[in-house]
Nanobody
Framework: QVQLVESGGGLVQAGGSLRLSCAASGRTFSTYFMGWFRQPPGKEREFVAAISWSGTSTYYSDSVKGRFTISRDNAKNTVYLQMNSLKPEDTAVYYC?????????????????WGQGTQVTVSS
């Protein structure tokens, strides 16, 4: 098990940027495949981005590709989500997730560890 704590959310105008962080507990962070998901108001949780154990492979949803960048620092037990050119439709609670062995990157059920979420609100 790993404990995940997100931070960095807030209110930003359309076109602005935010960087989310997710700090993980323990000494085995590098053994976890990490993902970011989001849940817009009144909608289901959806995949945003993911990164492999060493950070060599990254994955993005079509809606954020080219605007968001996922990265990780295994020495700091932290995964990041840099969000640029934000749009009102990016408004959501953003969740960090972790799994030891990923089957399907984009599926919620692939991840067994979740953070509590951080709110991102983009005003028009």
């Amino acid at each position: 098990q790993v404990q995940l704590v997100e931070s960095g959310g807030g209110l930003v105008q359309a076109g602005g940027s935010l960087r989310l962080s997710c700090a993980a507990s323990g000494r085995t962070f590098s053994t976890y495949f990490m993902g970011w998901f989001r849940q817009p108001p009144g909608k289901e949780r959806e995949f945003v981005a993911a990164i492999s154990w060493s950070g060599t492979s990254t994955y993005y949803s079509d809606s954020v590709k080219g605007r968001f960048t996922i990265s990780r620092d295994n020495a700091k037990n932290t995964v990041y989500l840099q969000m640029n050119s934000l749009k009102p439709e990016d408004t959501a609670v953003y969740y960090c997730a972790a799994t030891k062995e990923v089957v399907t990157v984009r599926l919620i059920r692939s991840y067994e560890n979740w953070g509590q979420g951080t709110q991102v609100t983009v005003s028009s």
